[in-house]
């Protein structure tokens, strides 16, 4: 069979399956639609966080710019799972003991104001949005590179999917179509790591084999092999190699964990268990799904980066044999050039491929001996890693038809539990907490269908005209969300004393100071032209680029709450038993409103 | 600033300590050993892989796992030791 039929039918399986899980379960009350009814056992709700969380962004990019980035890309590692430690202590089983729906409606409760509700509303909107348009885009992409459908076509498809499941279904259908997607993505990373781990080193498991030895015979690791195969074209060493410098990198994996703690879609999960205990060790079972692809990555990175220089440098370096000839290029090769996500261009006009860094001088001096006129692979496209991998490795069909499935699964499920994020917010926090108090249940669960079926338009028309800034803004809704709900979520519960002008002027605060410093390096509202410093290393505060300012924005916001706290009346009495009640596990009940 | 309320107290006080504990540990596996000890510890080797390195990218990910476990875990003891478990 060839692969194009046997991904439609792979897809369509799943895509048959999503759809028959979200008829089953379809939702009859609020409690239904925001929280799942409350039931959702931890360990199916830790999987269903695994796919809601590991967006398109993990599944498709992060190997690739861990074999770019090699070291440095730790910290996005590090950061998108540490980010669980502090949710699973600092605020998952408090929010689930208080017991409400929604983030923002745990702080206008707990600041005792509609406007600190309406301020996290805004926070929660412009972190969510930033990360959905990703999504949506992945889908598009996805679709057109594996089905052949055009883009925009991909994007109506995945749209339609997703108003299905999730106004239908709201919490609850997305909950159980969450599980089916982790199965489907987590089977689609790891089978083809599995078999490229074991041609490389003999080792099945890509955890260990990473740390092998190579099976060519050499005796060489397989990361000592890879830094000489990367530092003799030039390139810097694989295992020391940073971003940015190692405050940046310091600075960037903590805005990147209190990011992850801070996202309301995240947050939200842990409300639909049925106790304080199961949300603690739910943010457990989440973490062990979410390390099995965090911890293959890595392999998966290094190993295609090796693959890649082995298939282009054949033989000696700088040797007229030693390159790969254009006209022997393999097949994936050709298939990549047609997406032109990989590009070739002959500068010494020799028919053969030379891959190195002319960026180096000391590389391009030696290279110019060779009569080499430049590095000649011109684009190398991150996203290729892993949408490549089984081809490069020479997998089966039906690998490579998984792993289409796995990538539409990864970005489809996080768009749905972010978009649930916001229509809720929009339903609950704006509609029934603040301009519409007395609207009846039946009422407000039409008003959430409504608002999905909004927000999926909206990030949909986002996805079709996606603003400049979408591709590389991922990173900064989680410094978003990490400057204005994490601190204050975590004032709300750990320092009593905190009050209503303490913590909006600090969420306002955390905010303002993370989105002027992205835009003054960056362009105001990501507009070209507008920034008043350059987007480069001298002009960064303390070297820290844009995307990794959320830690400092918590910082800001913390420093201002507690002063403006300290300079303004205590909260009122029954606010602090509030406190006391929400950190004490017992007597929680099922989530209200 | 805080009432002392008897056991609850003791309750907070013990879930504070069990915090600060987990969140040194955190600390130093991931900012500690994979970042600004990495080029310190890579000297040492853990197999194929140097150790500083194998923090940032492996290391650090299952101590956080068993953190979380260990946490819940302790916690559970806790609430039943000052008698506020659920159920």
């Known amino acids: 069979m060839d692969l194009k039929t046997l991904t439609y039918i792979v897809v369509g399986a799943t895509f048959a399956l999503y759809l028959g899980i979200a008829f089953w379960a379809r939702a009859g009350s609020t409690g239904e639609f925001y929280v799942a009814g409350g039931g959702i056992h931890p360990i199916a709700n830790g999987m269903a966080t695994g796919a809601d969380w590991m967006s398109a962004a993990s599944f498709i990019s992060m190997a690739g710019l861990i074999a770019y980035n090699g070291y440095g890309a730790s910290l996005f590692l590090m950061g998108w799972t540490g980010g669980y430690v502090l949710l699973a202590m600092l605020l998952a089983p408090y929010l689930r003991k208080f017991g409400k729906f929604t983030v923002p409606e745990f702080i206008g409760d707990r600041f005792y104001s509609n406007t600190a509700r309406i301020v996290a509303v805004i926070c929660l909107i412009l972190a969510s949005i930033t990360y959905v348009i990703g999504q949506m885009k992945g889908v598009g992409v996805a679709f057109s590179r594996f089905l052949e459908v055009d883009y925009d076509t991909g994007l109506y498809i995945g749209m339609a999917l997703v108003f299905f499941y999730a106004t239908l279904g709201g919490m609850k259908g997305i909950t159980y179509t969450q599980i089916a997607q982790y199965v489907v993505l987590i089977f689609a990373y790891t089978i083809p790591a599995i078999f490229i781990s074991m041609n490389l080193t003999g080792n099945p498991l890509p955890q260990l084999g990473l740390g092998s030895t190579m099976a060519d015979g050499s005796g060489m690791t397989l990361l000592a092999k890879l830094n000489l195969v990367v530092t003799e074209l030039g390139f810097k060493e694989y295992t020391t190699q940073t971003i940015a410098g190692r405050l940046d990198m310091f600075v960037y994996t903590l805005s990147l964990m209190i990011g992850t703690a801070g996202l309301p879609h995240v947050i939200v999960r842990f409300f639909t268990v049925p106790k304080v205990s199961d949300a603690r060790s739910s943010a457990g079972w989440a973490l062990v799904f979410i390390a099995i692809l965090y911890t293959t990555a890595p392999a998966v990175g290094a190993m295609a980066r090796l693959n890649l220089h082995a298939t282009i440098q054949t033989g000696e370096i700088g040797s007229p044999e030693g390159n790969l000839s254009y006209e022997e290029r393999p097949q994936w090769f050709k298939n990549w050039e047609k997406t032109g996500l990989l590009q070739f261009e002959d500068k010494n006009g020799d028919g053969r491929i030379q891959y190195y860094n002319d960026k180096n001088p000391e590389m391009a001096a030696k290279a110019e001996g060779f009569g080499w006129k430049g590095n000649e692979m011109v684009k190398v496209d991150r996203d290729i890693i892993v949408l490549a991998n089984p081809e490069i490795a020479k997998l089966p069909h039906w690998v490579i038809a998984l792993v289409a499935a796995g990538g539409l699964a990864a970005a489809l499920s996080t768009a749905a539990g972010l978009l649930l994020a916001i229509s809720s917010a929009i339903s609950h926090d704006l509609l029934k907490g603040v301009f519409m108090k007395g609207i009846s249940e039946k009422s407000e669960l039409r008003a959430g269908r409504i608002s999905m079926a909004g927000a999926i338009v909206v990030a949909g028309y986002l996805g079709l005209n996606p603003p400049g800034f979408a591709a590389g803004t991922v990173a900064i809704a989680f410094g978003l969300a990490g400057a204005s709900i994490f601190p204050a979520l975590m004032l709300g519960i750990f320092y009593k004393r905190m009050n209503k002008e303490g913590a909006i002027a600090g969420m306002i605060a955390g905010i303002s100071v993370t989105m002027l410093y992205v835009f003054q390096h960056k362009g105001i509202l990501f507009i070209k032209g507008t920034e008043f410093l350059g987007d480069l290393g001298p002009n960064w505060f303390l070297g820290i680029q844009p995307n990794a300012f959320g830690a400092i924005g918590a910082i800001v916001n913390f420093a201002v709450a507690i002063m403006v706290a300290k300079m303004t009346v205590e909260p009122p009495q029954h606010i602090q038993d509030l406190v006391e009640s929400i950190r004490t596990p017992r007597g929680a009940g099922g989530a209200t409103h | ?87």
């Open chain 2, 1 to 87: 600033m805080e009432k002392p309320q008897g056991s609850g107290d003791a309750y907070w006080r013990a879930t504070l300590g069990l915090l600060t504990t987990v969140l040194i540990i955190w600390f130093v596996v991931s900012f500690g050993f994979g970042i600004i000890l990495q080029p310190m510890l890579d000297s040492i080797m853990l197999g194929g892989y140097p150790l500083g390195f194998w923090f940032a990218q492996q290391g650090s990910i299952y101590i956080f796992v068993a953190l979380i476990f260990y946490y819940a875990h302790r916690m559970g003891q806790i609430d039943r030791e000052h008698d506020v478990h659920e159920d």
